[in-house]
């Protein structure tokens, strides 16, 4: 993909819509290369040389959230960087058949973590709160963002945003995987949603040190809008076919916890001391 010949930013996120939908009829694919147009002794050169330059990095949640953590944070330190990172997430190593990262939720089924006869959860862990460890450890990044593209226009705005506001930028976008979760492609934009109104996938923003929870995820903590279970979203996908009950009761503690008391619902994991955690006098 090559930028800044001209182009907008909504022909941006098109063209990054399209390479979505492509993966979705192609199966996948092991590699995607962005770069500047190099504007230097050509005849379109001479012709956009005022305008600015907008970088755009991708990379997906295990070379984002896992192997390029080191990369991305030190990134993110500098300034004087006009740049947005975009990391894809669709919760595996997808390129190499669905290995399990740092931010598969938890029990799923992968080829890291196939449940069996003998040993039904092989993945104990919860899924990595990477949008919140970049908000919170760099606050010199004036722009951090959830997204999920099942609400297009407000990713589209974050976007935008990340690529007008100046300095380095972050954005984590959660993309139902039909190979990797196990459903029929058609249900992609339902489970998008979903992901939201369970309250497992919460949709915020970060500018400038402030926060601000956005759309359904406001609406939630607002009391608009009543959380849908999860047992609604884990059951649609192959990738939780093997949890119980109990299974899907734990799961749901996990996020019932984290909007009821976590410091910001949803986001900030750290806990009020309250009352009854004190010892007696």
């Not at 039904?120 to 709160?129: A, G, L, S, V, Y």
């Amino acid at each position: 993909m090559m930028f800044g010949i001209g182009d907008k930013i909504e022909h941006r996120v098109r063209h990054l819509q399209r390479i979505r939908d492509l993966q979705d009829e192609t199966g996948g694919f092991t590699a995607f290369i962005p770069w500047t147009f190099q504007r230097e002794n050509t005849a379109l050169g001479r012709k956009i040389k005022d305008e600015p330059i907008n970088v755009i990095a991708f990379c997906g949640d295990g070379g984002g959230a896992d192997m390029g953590m080191a990369a991305i944070s030190a990134t993110l330190t500098h300034p004087d960087y006009n740049l947005l990172i975009l990391m894809y997430d669709n919760e595996s190593y997808a390129n190499t058949d669905i290995q399990l990262s740092g931010s598969t939720p938890y029990g799923a089924h992968t080829t890291f973590s196939p449940p069996g006869k003998m040993k039904r959860i092989m993945h104990h862990r919860w899924k990595k709160n990477f949008a919140g460890m970049i908000a919170a450890g760099h606050p010199t990044c004036r722009y951090v963002a959830t997204v999920d593209m099942s609400y297009p226009v407000y990713s589209m705005n974050a976007v935008r945003k990340a690529l007008s506001i100046g300095g380095p930028t972050f954005i984590h976008s959660l993309d139902p995987c039909p190979k990797g979760w196990d459903y029929d492609p058609m249900q992609s934009h339902d489970l998008g949603e979903l992901a939201v109104t369970t309250g497992i996938w919460p949709l915020y923003e970060v500018e400038d040190g402030v926060l601000k929870l956005v759309g359904k995820t406001r609406d939630i903590a607002d009391g608009r809008l009543k959380r849908g279970p999860v047992r609604d979203y884990l059951l649609r996908q192959g990738r939780f076919a093997h949890f119980t009950e109990d299974d899907i009761a734990y799961f749901q503690s996990k996020v019932d916890e984290s909007w009821e008391k976590w410091l910001i619902p949803g986001v900030i994991p750290f806990r009020k001391q309250i009352e009854e955690d004190r010892p007696p006098a």
